[in-house]
């Protein structure tokens, strides 16, 4: 039992988490039970009977509330998607963009997010990149607003240092500036709590295989219903506002559904769907608040343990400015990574450093662990900028 819940009853649910030190949920979090046990339902019902897809429609519809719930949204705010590559290229299509109009974002933020506007470039509308500094906020992107500026794009959480922005703050100046206002939160979602009412957002998009304990697949889409304006790039019956029921295409009648539906596209990731619901559940009976305090008495558990090795710490120290659960170490991961595997202690590889993320399950003797390899072979000197 810790402070915040009973992470030992937790970590029980996550098998892979006892074979190894897994620090790496920032990449994925390994399979939960209830994860496991909603898949197989699925099987089970596809293997034995082909299954009635109207009740794997019908739970799908019960997950899609409780994502709504979870986000602070309605269910008609919400759609399934692939990932968050294409919630982003969804987003950032169905923005009215122009020739000479342009959207800010942060230098060196996650690709997937990047890309999705860069391809504007085909329109003519252009991406102006912010510095990435230790906190981004509305001060970050105010001076670089000029008369053709229509949106900006960001990431709560980065994936390569673990900074978090003030998402809130900058959902309060695209409405001051008149902006459209696209966020990435797949490195932050299931921990870091969110609510979309409080940021304001047109659109918020993301995966659900890190913090949302889902296999890759799946991915949610958040849109501002009062965007009425936002149309979808692609368009499927089910993208509708009336399918037709006799399955006829009907070129006078392509009325986008009033609902985030209009950005769905043919049938659903059913199985990953049915995961999502369970591990809603899960995530919804510990409270994404107590995650989040947990992962951080874990940093701080991790930072005070870096410097007493005189590593250096990549990203923000402070609460105010980091992420819970996301780390990065200065440790040249071409030199390290293999150790640590070696070690069983999995992490990913950065652009300064190897990165420590915590999940749901982990405990002080991972990062005691973490530590301990780190003593055992021992920091060069010179070689963390801490030490240099
Ligand atoms: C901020 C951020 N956006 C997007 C992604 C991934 O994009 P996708 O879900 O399309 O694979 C990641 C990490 O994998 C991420 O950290």
Redesign the pocket.
Known sequence: MTKHYDVEAVRKLFPAAERLTYLDSGFQTPMSTPVRRALETFIDEAYETAGPKSVWIERMEATRAKLAAFLNAVPEEVAFTK????SMNIAANALPLAAGDNVLMVHGD?P??AYAFLNLARKGVEVRFVPMTETVNAESFRPHIDARTRAISM?QVT?HAGHRFDVEGVGRLCAEAGLYYVL?I??GVGVVPIDVRRVGATFIGS?THKGLLVPQGL?LLYWDRTRTELEPAYLAAISLARPPADLIARPDDLEPAPTAARFEIGNFNLPATHALGAALDLIGSIGVENIAAHCFDLGDRLIEGLDACGVALVGPRARAHRAPHIYVAALPAEEWLDYFASRGVRLSPERDGVRISFGMFNTAADVDRFLDVVRERGVRPGRSPRAA
């Open positions: 990932n968050t590559s294409e996650h997937n997010n990431s994936f990435d797949m490195q995966g991915g």
